[in-house]
């Protein structure tokens, strides 16, 4: 009789274990959110150690124009591009965390000067993270208008 009322207990307990807490659930969320704040800081100050810090070798960053590229070519037109970002804001976020890889778009608001024209920036963006031995890091983005 006791192996028979152990056994489904058991089995209740296999099914009913959850593989990952509410709080790791949230406490991945939380990071990444910083993640993307960083990501934010740099574009705005961006240095080569905040680049390293946040972003994958393996990264393709796309932009809404269709252009492609990849971690050098990023960190490039940050350091030494022409356009100089003075604001930017990250609206209507969502994100998903699956196992060691997390997605997160948002609406990317914000003003750019080229030359001596200012420019409206409104994107949506989606981010890929993989969170590594170091911590999450950006894998890919794409922008679209």
């Not at 680049?51 to 124009?65: K, M, N, P, Q, R």
């Amino acid at each position: 009789m006791k192996k028979i009322f152990i056994l489904p207990l058991l089995a209740f307990a296999a099914c009913t274990t959850p593989t990952e807490t509410e709080t790791e659930v949230i406490d991945h969320s939380t990071a990444i959110k910083e993640k993307v704040d960083a990501l934010s800081d740099v574009l705005i100050n961006p240095s080569m150690e905040k680049i390293d810090a946040l972003v994958l070798e393996e990264l393709t960053y796309g932009h809404s124009s269709g252009k492609i590229e990849t971690k050098a070519e990023f960190a490039d037109a940050l350091l030494n591009g022409q356009d100089d970002i003075i604001a930017w804001n990250v609206i209507d976020e969502n994100m998903k965390v699956v196992d060691n890889t997390a997605w997160f778009r948002h609406v990317l608001e914000g003003e750019v000067v080229r030359g001596v024209d200012t420019s409206d920036v409104n994107l949506k963006v989606m981010m890929v993270w993989v969170n590594t031995d170091s911590g999450w890091k950006l894998l890919a983005r794409q922008a679209v208008k």
